[in-house]
């Protein structure tokens, strides 16, 4: 349940990770972990006041250069993308930077216990009521038996903690607000649970108290749970949500699911972890929702709209697929704009509302657990244009300002944009930028493995760090030196080439359009040019003729 022990205070844990984080009441986003609180660990003090000192300490003695100089050693570039690395500071570390470069991690262990959950029956009426007053009763019949390793560990690797979304061949995509209250039914308006740090006595206490066992039983386990970190374990704080079941149904839940599955995925994004916690039952059925392309899911067909979005897909040990990493990999490093179902929950809206708080921009807070939500990212899961979002920030921000900014929730929503006519339309310039700043693909090569439910293989266009910028039009009368080298018309015109089949390729312009036209005879002019050999440049010499 710790950190660490020892003395009379302790920072108690059964979920071992985080509550150092809150000693100091703070939440600082930096360039290197721009979702979670960065407060150090201090030792265990008797006061934890001496505590908050030291962690003030601390951060007056980073030297004010430290992070212009991180700045300088970052690299300018990756295979594979981003070949701008300005948005994803933490790439050299992440998964996909090792899966490209061939260092393959196995598929990661699951933390769940929905077989358990299911295993328990259903509870007796007076304990199903009980639970129906938190607000928490839909979860009863809705969680995933089997979790498909393969099929989350290749969503993990996408997964971005400076931008809290996916990256994908089609742009960013990311589990929002309202794909927890459509899936799960949990409310997303209400508070975010306080916290306190807790004395040693009162962990103990609360204990005994709450779970009802004997104080020798709760200080046993709160000396064996001193060890590793585990995602398997629960954080005692949690406890003190759940002591008066009369006043949880207060707490908006749907924030806690999705702070903590952000939080897990944060962790599992990381080219050391090796394990996924949270509840895997909101990450898997969202996959579903989403992406039916990628992954082959069983519908129940006795599903009622009624009940939580979650409870439609049937996945256990029979009906998930034995289908390894590498296969997903690749069905996803395929993946076009027309291959994502944006906005799944259509009808279902009828049943469970779109709250507007889904569009809120901020930092989301669960105890002592704070991420960054950016639904600003992924607007055309809203059913809006994409277009290139402001870079993500950094900022101190007070645990209270946190709360406060979500009671004040109007001040905090994105700006609607324009309406999409296609699903998943985008501003002409956003893929360009997003496979400067991302890596769209996760394997190098050319694809293998055939999409399921008949989608035909699509072209591969492999990013690669650009040369040279998109060549500019000198301004009238600007001198025409230039500390650039002149590009020849054939290279121009084969990135031309280049761009025009990436956005056909992902299905930014619909089949058939008279846009679609357009840029197909403007690729067989481009290709003329870079295959063909049909277009020759000829030098004009100005004449000279002689004055009398």
């Given at each position: 349940m710790s950190d660490g022990f020892c003395g009379t205070h302790l920072q108690i844990m059964v979920r071992t990770r985080g509550l150092g984080r809150a000693l100091g009441q703070r939440v600082t986003v930096t360039a290197d972990h721009v979702d979670e609180p960065v407060i150090p660990d201090p030792d265990v003090q008797d006061d934890p006041m001496e505590a908050l000192a030291a962690v003030e300490d601390i951060h007056a003695d980073i030297?004010?250069?430290?992070?212009?100089?991180?700045?300088?050693?970052?690299?300018?570039?990756?295979?594979?993308?981003?070949?701008?690395?300005?948005?994803?500071?933490?790439?050299?570390?992440?998964?996909?930077?090792?899966?490209?470069?061939?260092?393959?991690?196995?598929?990661?262990?699951?933390?769940?216990?929905?077989?358990?959950?299911?295993?328990?029956?259903?509870?007796?009426?007076?304990?199903?009521?009980?639970?129906?007053?938190?607000?928490?009763?839909?979860?009863?019949?809705?969680?995933?038996?089997?979790?498909?390793?393969?099929?989350?560990?290749?969503?993990?690797?996408?997964?971005?903690?400076?931008?809290?979304?996916?990256?994908?061949?089609?742009?960013?995509?990311?589990?929002?607000?309202?794909?927890?209250?459509?899936?799960?039914?949990?409310?997303?308006?209400?508070?975010?649970?306080?916290?306190?740090?807790?004395?040693?006595?009162?962990?103990?206490?609360?204990?005994?108290?709450?779970?009802?066992?004997?104080?020798?039983?709760?200080?046993?386990?709160?000396?064996?749970?001193?060890?590793?970190?585990?995602?398997?374990?629960?954080?005692?704080?949690?406890?003190?949500?759940?002591?008066?079941?009369?006043?949880?149904?207060?707490?908006?839940?749907?924030?806690?699911?999705?702070?903590?599955?952000?939080?897990?995925?944060?962790?599992?994004?990381?080219?050391?972890?090796?394990?996924?916690?949270?509840?895997?039952?909101?990450?898997?059925?969202?996959?579903?929702?989403?992406?039916?392309?990628?992954?082959?899911?069983?519908?129940?067909?006795?599903?009622?709209?009624?009940?939580?979005?979650?409870?439609?897909?049937?996945?256990?040990?029979?009906?998930?697929?034995?289908?390894?990493?590498?296969?997903?990999?690749?069905?996803?490093?395929?993946?076009?704009?027309?291959?994502?179902?944006?906005?799944?929950?259509?009808?279902?809206?009828?049943?469970?509302?779109?709250?507007?708080?889904?569009?809120?921009?901020?930092?989301?807070?669960?105890?002592?657990?704070?991420?960054?939500?950016?639904?600003?990212?992924?607007?055309?899961?809203?059913g809006y244009t994409q277009t290139i979002p402001a870079p993500p920030v950094d900022s101190w921000v007070l645990y209270d300002d946190i709360h406060d900014r979500w009671m004040h929730y109007e001040d905090h929503i994105v700006p609607a944009g324009e309406v999409y006519v296609v699903p998943g339309a985008c501003s002409s310039d956003y893929i360009d930028w997003f496979f400067r700043i991302s890596h769209p693909f996760m394997t190098p090569g050319h694809t293998i493995d055939p999409l399921p439910h008949g989608h035909a293989p699509q072209p591969r266009v492999v990013p690669q760090a650009p040369q040279t910028d998109i060549p500019r039009v000198p301004e009238s009368g600007a001198s025409s030196t230039s500390a650039e080298e002149p590009r020849h018309a054939v290279e121009v015109c084969d990135d031309i080439v280049k761009r025009l089949e990436r956005h056909l390729s992902l299905g930014v312009v619909t089949l058939g359009s008279s846009t679609h036209e357009v840029i197909e005879e403007c690729l067989r002019l481009a290709r003329s040019v870079t295959q063909d050999h049909l277009v020759y440049v000829r030098c004009r010499h100005r004449r000279r003729t002689d004055q009398a």
């Open positions: 030297p004010a250069d430290a992070g212009i100089e991180a700045a300088e050693d970052q690299p300018q570039g990756f295979p594979g993308g981003p070949s701008d690395p300005s948005v994803l500071t933490t790439y050299a570390d992440h998964v996909a930077c090792s899966v490209w470069t061939g260092e393959e991690r196995p598929e990661l262990k699951l933390s769940s216990h929905g077989r358990k959950v299911h295993s328990l029956g259903w509870p007796v009426p007076a304990i199903e009521g009980l639970i129906a007053g938190t607000g928490l009763s839909p979860l009863i019949g809705c969680s995933v038996d089997t979790g498909d390793r393969g099929l989350l560990s290749v969503f993990v690797e996408r997964w971005h903690r400076e931008t809290s979304s996916f990256h994908l061949p089609v742009g960013e995509l990311t589990i929002t607000l309202d794909d927890v209250s459509s899936l799960l039914h949990l409310p997303v308006i209400g508070d975010f649970h306080a916290f306190e740090p807790l004395h040693v006595d009162d962990a103990v206490q609360m204990l005994v108290d709450l779970l009802m066992v004997s104080p020798e039983s709760a200080w046993a386990e709160t000396v064996q749970c001193r060890g590793p970190y585990s995602a398997t374990n629960v954080h005692v704080v949690y406890l003190e949500a759940l002591r008066d079941l009369n006043m949880t149904d207060r707490y908006a839940w749907g924030v806690a699911a999705l702070v903590h599955m952000y939080d897990q995925l944060n962790d599992a994004s990381m080219s050391h972890s090796r394990q996924l916690g949270g509840y895997i039952t909101l990450l898997q059925c969202w996959i579903y929702e989403h992406f039916s392309s990628v992954a082959e899911s069983t519908a129940d067909q006795d599903y009622d709209e009624t009940s939580p979005r979650a409870c439609k897909w049937i996945a256990t040990k029979k009906t998930v697929k034995s289908i390894r990493t590498p296969s997903y990999r690749e069905r996803l490093d395929r993946l076009r704009i027309p291959d994502v179902c944006w906005i799944p929950y259509g009808e279902h809206w009828e049943v469970r509302d779109f709250h507007v708080r889904s569009c809120y921009s901020g930092l989301l807070r669960w105890g002592p657990v704070a991420v960054y939500y950016r639904p600003e990212r992924v607007v055309r899961q809203f």
